[in-house]
């Protein structure tokens, strides 16, 4: 047994990933962000489909080629297809971000 806010460092500069659970062709990974965005004119694409639930802090993800950018708060999930293009565009800075997600 674990949890998924214990053990995370303080005053962290980069992202950090880490893998909770790979089995089968899944995999479930704790991100912690605060305040690191996708560099500028970059964009993420996932192998796997990909489903993620922000459990602490706010972001906001945009998807290529939509209009308006996808604001997430605690709670708050959302699906990316494989292969579709996304960024994201900005986490708090002030409060770390917790996300888990699910990629198969």
Not at 30 to 44: M, V
């Amino acid at each position: 047994m674990d949890n998924l806010f214990s053990d995370i460092p303080g005053g962290f500069r980069e992202e950090i990933f880490e893998t909770i659970l790979e089995h089968d062709g899944i995999k479930i990974e704790r991100i912690i962000s605060l305040g690191q965005k996708t560099p500028e004119g970059e964009w993420l694409s996932e192998d796997k489909n990909e489903w993620a639930v922000l459990l602490e802090g706010a972001a906001v993800i945009f998807f290529e080629g939509k209009k308006e950018a996808c604001e997430l708060k605690e709670g708050d999930h959302l699906f990316i297809k494989a292969g579709r293009k996304h960024r994201v565009e900005w986490t708090d800075p002030e409060k770390r971000t917790v996300w888990v997600a699910v990629y198969f």
